[in-house]
């Protein structure tokens, strides 16, 4: 790996650590109230969502499907009080959001984030095992950065054209096509050691206030092979590595000295 590269301003407004795991099939609503009353007073919000569906990298093992009785159980979200917080579990998975919760908000880096969702993960999987669901077995590992770019962090110096510099607009003279009104891009990559993918992924949406962004998301998956702590721990220090040095190679320079502050 290069030398560690931070930012004093980065866009990340979210931070997504996250393990896929065999389904829990003894799992039940009654279950995620007792986890959550243990809990209730850091997250003391609780939202439902529709659960996610597995999407599994290459050359781990293939999920199985089966039919069961059971409905399937939703996904539920554990909010904290501030909103920055958030812990999402279903049957097959347990996730640890950091979020933005106003522009002043500074990312607490990941060497927050990271034991943050350690710890919880622990917590729930010794709460499987001593209520007998059974025993957490992980399939995949995930870590995500959601970066929102506007004209007030980046966009002003070098505008949309230029600031993804894998896809710059060339602005030649005699160019038929106007500036694009909306563009979509993915660049995928292998980890080292058949250890998954890192997925670069760049769009134009609009806030709620209708201002235009550039959404920019860096997403590792995948599994090491081993479903110790400490390869887990080794498998998201070089996720980190690779979402961060991504970040620096797809973005133009100038913003990232002059509006995110690069440091290294």
């Known amino acids: 790996m290069t030398a560690r590269i931070d930012f004093q301003r980065p866009p990340v407004i979210e931070v997504v650590c996250g393990v896929l795991f065999n389904d829990l099939q003894q799992f039940k609503a009654p279950h995620l109230g007792l986890f959550w009353s243990a809990i209730r007073d850091v997250f003391p919000v609780i939202e439902e969502r529709p659960p996610l569906d597995a999407v599994m990298e290459g050359g781990t093992p293939p999920l199985t499907f089966e ?22 579990i279903q049957r097959d998975r347990f ?3 950091w979020k933005r919760a106003g522009d002043e908000d500074a990312y607490p880096r990941f060497d927050r984030v990271f034991p943050e969702f350690e710890k919880y993960l622990s917590s729930f999987c010794k709460f499987a095992e001593s209520e007998n ?27 949309e054209g230029a600031l993804l510099v ?3 607009i060339q602005a030649k003279e005699g160019r038929f096509l106007p500036p694009p009104s909306a563009f979509n891009w993915r660049s995928v990559y292998a980890l080292p050691d058949d250890a998954g993918r890192l997925y670069c992924a760049a769009q134009t949406v609009r806030s709620t206030a209708g201002d235009r962004i550039v959404r920019l998301d860096l997403t590792a998956r995948g599994f090491p092979g081993d479903a110790s702590d400490a390869a887990r721990g080794r498998w998201f220090d070089t996720a980190h590595d690779w979402i961060v040095n991504g970040f620096v190679d797809v973005t133009a320079p100038e913003v990232q000295v002059k ?5 290294g």
């Open 67 to 88: 039919v069961f009785a059971l409905p399937p159980m939703v996904r539920v979200w554990l909010i904290s009080n501030d909103g920055r917080s958030l812990l999402q």
């Open 95 to 97: 996730l640890y959001n």
């Open 133 to 159: 669901i059974g025993t957490i077995e992980p399939r995949q590992y995930e870590l995500t950065y959601v970066n929102h770019i506007t004209m007030n962090n980046g966009l002003e110096l070098v505008g």
């Open 166 to 168: 894998d896809h710059t």
């Open 259 to 263: 509006s995110w502050e690069r440091i």
